[in-house]
């Protein structure tokens, strides 16, 4: 850590060490205020219901004067209509600036915000200029629930700070490891090359993270373990890594494939859309919302909560049911296909909102795979905590773990580590 000594020369001044991330979604902006020298968090926050009436921003400074430091003792919350992801990110940076935290602090070194496509330009953090901009979005198309929100985040944080770098952390970058086999579709290759058709693969970040976190579980280097990674949150993927690096994932060109989502519909013939536009009368843009938002846990019950759906289950809802059952069955079928493409799987690890709080999606889906070395012990799956742990029994060949994911931490680790290289 380089520091200075401030005008009297007495007190060494350290240098700027705070990162801001902005984890900006289609509705939704995350935030976290981190301080590098210790990765802690000095704030976190969310708005959600961008462009709704009834937004909420909750605001939580962990400073700990006073306050215990915990999350929720200084807590704030607002609701009321937020226009815009700009008036989010404005209102973001009142709250942090009532907590003395505000953007304009000198020992803020850098703003980083994940972006969610990234083509196959970028397989690194990047600092943002005005070509990168262009770049993300030309992938629009790709991405058009989170890229452009993305885009949103980065201006108005550029407005606000122009002094500052600016970096993205790319959600498909940590998927460009993955072999052709598993990157192209098997479509004329004279068409795909000429619109880069293949697959891209998201929550990267959340799965480099998650698959170093479970190695480290296991007391051992990431070159040294195959981890399948399951990310259930509203967007869901599966990712099999060997060796640290990423060789296969389930979202495809866009965050539309693979898993059954919280309103997302995965994995579905394509021939679906001629059908529905040929048959049903359907135009492409009415398609794309019944895919990306009208499906899903959502298309089949009504409902893409997963708590709400259990709900729903122990009050014998057959609809609810028959939707955790899709859900689960497709999830089983990414276990047992990542395991092939693996040959030798060392953890299963579920990670997001999901995976890290719904017990019996995990149990649902290792029920039944006892042969594949894979069994989860009900007591070690029942415990709450937010820490990273096993839940298979101790005979269990293949461990299964929880590994809470913290997407954010890692834009800050990338982010920093790129200001200072
Ligand atoms: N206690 C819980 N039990 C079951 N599901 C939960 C629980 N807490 C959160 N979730 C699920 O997590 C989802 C959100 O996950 P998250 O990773 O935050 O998603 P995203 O980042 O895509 O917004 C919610 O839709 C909800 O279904
Ligand atoms: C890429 C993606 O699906 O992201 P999220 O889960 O945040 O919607
Ligand atoms: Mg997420």
Known sequence: MTS???????VPVTAAHRILVL?????????QLLDMRDSSRLAVGLVERIGEETSRLVHSPLTGDGDGGGEGSGKRERTGPIAD????????????????????????????????????????????????LTEIERLVPVAPLHNPANITGIRTAQALRPDLPQVAVFD???????????????????????HRIRRYGFHGTSHAFVSRETAKLLGKDPSEVNVIVLHLGNGASASAVRGGECVDTSMGLTPLEGLVMGTRSGDIDPAVTFHLKRVAGMSTDEIDVLLN????????????????????????DQRALLAFEIYIHRLKKYIGAYYAVLGRV???????????????????????LEELGLAVDADLNAVRTDSARLISPEYARVAVAVVPTDEELEIARQTYALVNA
């Open 172 to 194: 498909t970058a940590f998927h460009t490891t993955m072999p052709e086999s598993a990157a192209r579709y098997a479509i004329d290759i004279e068409t795909a090359d000429a």
């Open 23 to 31: 984890n900006s979604g289609s509705s939704s902006v995350k935030y």
């Open 346 to 368: 060392d953890a299963v690890v579920f990670t997001a909102g999901v995976g890290e709080n719904a017990a019996p999606v995990r149990a649902a889906a290792i029920a039944g």
């Open 293 to 316: 938002k009208k499906s899903g846990l959502v298309g089949l019950c009504g409902d893409n909560d997963m708590r709400e759906i259990r709900r729903r289950i122990d009050e014998g």
């Open 85 to 132: 992801h700009e008036a989010a990110l404005k209102a973001v940076a009142d709250e942090l600036t009532r907590d003395r935290l505000g953007l304009d602090s000198p020992e803020l070194a850098a703003i980083g915000h994940r972006v969610v496509h990234g083509g196959l330009k970028f397989s690194a953090p990047t600092v943002i200029t005005d070509e990168v």
């Open 4 to 10: 200075t000594p401030n005008r009297e020369g007495a």
